[in-house]
């Protein structure tokens, strides 16, 4: 098992820019089928990978999934996004799949902001950081 080493502020803002960016356009293979937020991002560290998948308990964004969801198929659908408790999974739901996206940036937003404050005063020494309370 190859732990997720990666820098988590680094992985938070390719994922707003991939998003900013359109990054989560239909697929010309696979046109038949919206894109999961997260999943279908180079930010997922099983992107891509069909024969050597790595379990999502080894990814760095498990620290943002509450504990008792911990298990659940693709945990990083169960980050509360807002204070309202919304996940991408709940959201999805929606009808409309940039509203995902759109909730998606504001938390990334938000949350690259307190972590780079709380680099800023020496709160956070390494990768990992505290789950947010509410954002």
Known sequence: MAKDDRDILEVLKFEL????KGGYGRSPREAWRAPSVIEDSPTCMNYDSKEHREPCSEC???QFVPRELA???AP???IPLNEAGETLDSSGGSGDERDGQ???AKWLRQT???IEKERALGVSGGTRV???EAV
């Open 17 to 20: 820019n991939f998003i900013e």
């Open 60 to 62: 760095l964004l498990m």
């Open 71 to 73: 298990a659940a198929p």
């Open 76 to 78: 990083c659908r169960h």
């Open 102 to 104: 759109e909730l998606m």
């Open 112 to 114: 690259i902001a307190r």
């Open 130 to 132: 505290r789950p947010a």
